[in-house]
T-cell receptor, first 114, second 113 residues
Framework: KAGVTQTPRYLIKTRGQQVTLSCSPI?????VSWYQQTPGQGLQFLFE???????NKGNFPGRFSGRQFSNSRSEMNVSTLELGDSALYLC?????????????FGPGTRLLVL | TQLLEQSPQFLSIQEGENLTVYCNSS?????LQWYRQEPGEGPVLLVT?????EVKKLKRLTFQFGDARKDSSLHITAAQPGDTGLYLC?????????????FGKGTHLIIQP
């Protein structure tokens, strides 16, 4: 099976702009989660989508939003970019059995906000 | 908010040495996972531990889940340069619900030849 793919891999934006990142999960995985990774804060959970519905949400401002399509592909959007939004954005698709969740991460999109 | 504390944050040792990385929390986790991340890549799952006291081995890596399911350790025997990377622990909170995976900030490991 192909792994999780994310596009674009690298992105440079300026403050105030908005950005859309895309994630294609592993075939058959219906859950997609997004994380922000920075050197200072590590990996922080943004949100999770399952069957086109947001199932979980982390503690991020409303400028961060996402959606999932019927084919399980997901996008996340950040509006009114700030310098602090510079980070590696990781997408993970997963399946869950009971309390066990196995997540498979994509390579990430590295966003630089100038 | 459930927090996972990893220690040490940074570790640089010589090839052939042994090392242990720790992951601690005040919360009980129903399961805990260890990932390894290399530069420019996403984290890759190494192991999942579920049962308190569980020990799992993956070649030279030994993972242990604490009896109370609040802590875990990763021990590497005879470290090799290929073990270099960021090691992350992540837990699923046993209270269930809506937090996704909680990650520690990771241990940056460098194995010098």
């Amino acid at each position: 099976k192909a792994g999780v793919t994310q596009t674009p891999r690298y992105l440079i934006k300026t403050r105030g702009q908005q950005v859309t990142l895309s994630c294609s999960p592993i075939s058959g995985h219906r859950s997609v989660s997004w994380y922000q990774q920075t050197p200072g804060q590590g990996l922080q959970f943004l949100f999770e989508y399952f069957s086109e519905t947001q199932r979980n949400k982390g503690n991020f401002p409303g400028r961060f939003s996402g959606r999932q399509f019927s084919n399980s592909r997901s996008e996340m959007n950040v509006s009114t970019l700030e310098l602090g939004d510079s980070a590696l954005y990781l997408c993970a698709s997963s399946y869950r059995t009971g309390y066990q969740e196995t997540q498979y991460f994509g390579p990430g999109t590295r966003l630089l906000v100038l | 908010t459930q927090l996972l504390e990893q220690s040490p944050q940074f570790l640089s040792i010589q090839e052939g040495e042994n090392l242990t990385v720790y992951c601690n929390s005040s919360s009980v986790f129903s399961s805990l996972q260890w990932y390894r991340q290399e530069p420019g890549e996403g984290p890759v799952l190494l192991v999942t531990v579920v049962t308190g006291g569980e020990v799992k081995k993956l070649k030279r890596l030994t993972f242990q889940f604490g009896d109370a399911r609040k802590d875990s350790s990763l021990h590497i025997t005879a470290a090799q340069p290929g073990d270099t990377g960021l090691y992350l622990c992540a837990g699923v909170y046993s209270g269930g619900g809506a937090d996704g995976l909680t990650f520690g900030k990771g241990t940056h490991l460098i194995i010098q030849p």
